[in-house]
């Protein structure tokens, strides 16, 4: 595990680095003050832009928003972020495509300071590409852990049942026909009902709307749960014989069926039928069409665990096989499957690029790296629309090739 840390150590400071610069971005390059006292009040609006970038502060009566010109408030004291733009607000005085060698100017002519300096240009409408880069890092990282944790998820679970118990799988009738009953209503309480929910933890920052996901994919496993354990009570209580279900040619015949068909075909498709764009169903959907990668490699993993002697041993201990799954083959299995999240987090930072560049991904007020790259898709002048995301987006996929490339080979010595 040492040698594993050690062949991914330098890339995973990387990654560490850059989220934790996109996640405090607002502390770094902001147009509001870090902190600002007013009328005897303080008040810290760069903080908090880490929970909500669009919140407002009303003072004596005045609606201050991420567009209002902070700078021209004469505050009692007031602390500002080393670069003074922010990657909502608008510089009416820098638009056009000011390039990032260019000096910015105010309204009447004169060249602003230094630390207001947009250092890697504008777009058209005057935003901030640095402060606009920085927070598309975050929310297509937020966006990209979303989906691989949705992926991983259901392909683990789903390959390690297929794997483990095969085609020898002995469900009580009333068990396997209240699972499949509860299907439907897992679903609306765990996602449809709880979609608003979920769109709005996405705008107010992509942290809260990753917890969102995950709590809604708690919901649907645990009314799974409660249904199946309704299940067994009823074959208890009627005697019900149980049937031999073949689970294995079940998952794995799901599992080819959504392989076959590509990611960007079905998240075009819904896009067209639900004629509009979301967050939400970006996610699930790019963790739906990703979870057989992780399906077929947790099978293979185990049947090549299952067989090992300290599995035989604890099956002839009489020991759950819920907890032989989870506590002796997944842990084991646990470097293959890194290797296997690594490589999917780059596929899915790549299909969420690809889908943001062709506007048919996020919506159009959420910055993603994607999202910027489209920006300059019509205006090939602006080179540094083009070159700065479209860079940012090969070092992270490069990134998350390198680490599964490393994992791989340590554990192939190991």
């Known amino acids: 595990m040492r040698s594993m840390k050690k062949g991914v150590k330098w890339q995973l400071r990387i990654l560490l680095s850059l989220f934790l610069v996109s996640f405090f971005a607002p502390l770094i390059t902001n147009n509001k003050p870090i902190y600002f006292k007013l009328n005897g009040a303080s008040h810290f609006p760069a903080f908090n832009d880490l929970i909500n970038p669009n919140h407002t502060i009303n003072i004596d009566g005045r609606m201050l928003t991420p567009s209002s010109d902070w700078q021209k408030i004469k505050y009692q004291s007031v602390l500002w972020a080393p670069l003074r733009n922010g990657a909502i607000a608008r510089d009416p005085n820098n638009q056009d495509f000011q390039s990032p060698l260019k000096r910015s100017v105010y309204n009447d002519g004169r060249m602003q300071e230094i630390t207001s300096q947009h250092i890697l240009g504008t777009d058209r409408q005057g935003h901030d590409v640095f402060a606009q880069l920085l927070s598309g890092i975050k929310y297509s990282l937020m966006i990209g852990l979303s989906a691989i944790l949705l992926a991983a998820t259901i392909g683990i679970i789903l390959g390690a049942i297929s794997g483990f118990y ?189 889908l943001s560049f062709l506007n048919i991904g996020v919506p159009d007020q959420t910055i993603t790296l994607g999202a910027l790259l489209r920006s300059g898709r019509e205006h090939i002048q602006a080179w540094w629309l083009i070159v700065f995301p479209g860079a940012t987006i090969f070092l992270l996929i490069y990134l998350f090739n390198q680490i599964g490339d490393r994992i791989s080979a340590q554990s192939n010595r190991a």
């Open 166 to 354: 095969q085609n020898v799988y002995k469900i009580g009738k009333g068990e396997l026909m209240t699972i499949c009953i509860s299907l439907l209503p897992a679903w609306f309480y765990g996602f449809s009902i709880r979609s608003y929910t979920i769109l709005d933890g996405f705008q107010r920052n992509s942290i809260n709307g990753t917890f969102q996901v995950l709590f809604s994919l708690l919901v649907f496993i645990g009314i799974i749960k409660i249904f199946a354990w309704l299940g067994k009570r009823i074959d208890k209580a009627f005697k019900l014989n149980p049937i031999n279900f073949p689970i294995d040619n079940f998952i794995t015949g799901i599992t080819e069926i959504f392989s076959s068909v590509p990611s960007i075909i079905i998240v075009v498709t819904v896009a067209a039928i639900s004629g509009g764009k979301s967050t939400l169903i970006l996610v699930i959907l790019l963790g739906i069409s990703s979870w057989p990668a992780f399906a077929r490699i947790t099978r293979g993993e185990v049947l090549r665990i299952k067989g090992m002697p300290y599995i035989e041993s604890a099956t002839a201990l009489g020991i759950k096989k819920s907890k032989i799954i989870t506590n002796h083959i997944l842990i084991n299995a646990m470097p293959t499957l890194t290797v296997t999240i690594a490589f999917g987090f780059g596929s899915i930072l790549l299909a969420e690029s690809a």
